[in-house]
C-alpha cells in the first residue's frame, strides 16, 4: 500500500515537473515569437498570412530544438474573439489524427488570469502537454491567443516512469527490510507475551487450588468435596445450555463456595453437636466472609454469585437475603443441588454416606421449596451417572478430571472462542 500510494505520488509530481519544465521552454520560445509578429499584431486586420505563415513555421522548429524531450507539432493563433489567424502542423508527426481531436476541445480563448497554461493530455498512450499563451501588441495589450500541442517524447515518458519505478521499488525495498526486521522482533514479543498470559493463567488456577484447599483443610481434611461439587455443577450446567461465560464463575464459585469458613472460629466451625442458635448466626457469616474474600481478586470476582448466595432457597427460607426463584443468581441455584446432593452420599466424621435413592428422595421433597424445579429435575437426568463416576472414586480422579474442566473452560483456545479473559 505504502508502494502504491508513493507510485500516484510520484507519478503525479514527476508529469506536473515534466509540465513545468516544457511550458517553461515554450514560454521563452512563444516569447521570442512574439517579438517577431509584435509589429503585425498592432493591426490584426491587415496581417500577411504568408509571412505570419513563415513564423509559425519557425515556431515549430524552434519547439523542436528540445528533441529528447518532444516537439511542438501543432501551433495556431487566435484573435480575442476566437477567430483562427493562423495555424501550422508538423506534418512529419505520425499521430497528428489524435492531435487534431485534441485541439477540438481548445477554447482559443485568452487564459481567464491572462497568464499562460499547461494541461497534460495522454492519448492512447502517449502524453501531451496542451499549452495556451497570450500574444501582446507593440503598447504591451493582449491582442490575441497562441495555442500549441507538445508531444512528449518516449524517450522523456521513459525517463518519468523510470524514476516512478525506481522510487516504488525503493520503498517495496524499503518496507520489505523494516518488515524483515521487525518480524522476528513482533514474533518474540507475542511469544513472551503467550508464555506471560499462560502463566498468569497458571497463577489464577493454582490461587484458586490454594484457597480452596485451605478451607478444606480446616472443615474436613480433604478436598474432594470441593472437587465432586464442581463437577456435579459443572455437569448440570452443561445439561441445562448454561453460557461458558458464567460456567466459568461457576467453576470458581463451585470450588471455593465456603471459603469463607475461614472467618468462623474453631469452636463452632469444628464443633461436634449440632450449633446452638447463636452459633448458627455466627456460621451464617461464613457467607459474608466468602464474599469479602474473593472481590479483592479481579478473576475471582464472578465467583460471587455461588459464594454469596449458596445457602438460598428457592421459596425464600435461606439466608442471608431470603431471595425467591430468579432472584438468586443461577449459578447459586445449580450449585445448591449438587452441594446437598454431595453432602447427602459423602460419610463425615459425625455420619454416615446415604444411598442414591436415599439422597435422590431428599433432594426431590425439596423441589421448588429449597430447589429449583428446572435445574432438580435436570439433575435427577443425570445423578445416577455422576454417582457411578464420582461418588467413590479416589481423589487423584477427581483431580484429574477437575483439570480436564480447567482446561476446557480457561484455555487459551477456548478463551478466543468464547471471546473470554484470563
Ligand atoms: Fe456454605
Known sequence: MISVILAVAVFVV???????????????????????????LDSLGEIDQSVLQQELKMLLIAGKSRQWMGQLVYSSIYDLQGKEIGTEIDTQY????????????????????????????RIKGVPYVQLTFPLTNSAGSNVAVVEGV???????????????ARSVFGAMGIVLLTTLILYPVIVTLIRQLTMMTENLLESNIETLRVIGSAIAKRDSDTDSHNYRVTIYSVTLAETVGLKPKLIQGLIKGAFLHDVGKIGISDQILLKPGKLSESEFEIMKLH????????????WLKDATDVVGYHHEKFAGEGYPHGFVGSKIPVNARIFAVADVFDALISSRPYKKAMSFDKAMDILNQGRGSHFDPFHLDTFNTIAKSL??????????????????IIRQYFSREYRFKAGGEV
Open 387 to 404: 454417582y457411578d463416576q464420582f461418588a467413590a472414586c479416589s481423589e487423584q480422579k477427581l483431580e484429574k478430571k477437575m483439570e480436564s
Open 150 to 164: 507538445f508531444a512528449v517524447s518516449d524517450i522523456a515518458r521513459d525517463e518519468v516512469m523510470g524514476r516512478i
Open 14 to 40: 514527476e508529469f506536473q515537473r515534466l509540465g513545468r519544465i516544457v511550458n517553461d521552454r515554450a514560454g521563452e520560445i512563444v516569447s521570442s515569437f512574439n517579438t517577431q509578429v509584435r509589429p503585425m
Open 287 to 298: 457467607v459474608n466472609h466468602g464474599i469479602d474474600i474473593v472481590r479483592r481478586s479481579e
Open 94 to 121: 505520425a499521430h497528428m489524427g489524435d492531435v487534431d481531436n485534441l485541439v477540438q476541445s481548445f477554447t482559443h480563448l485568452l487564459p481567464e488570469d491572462m497568464n499562460s497554461e499547461h494541461t497534460f493530455k
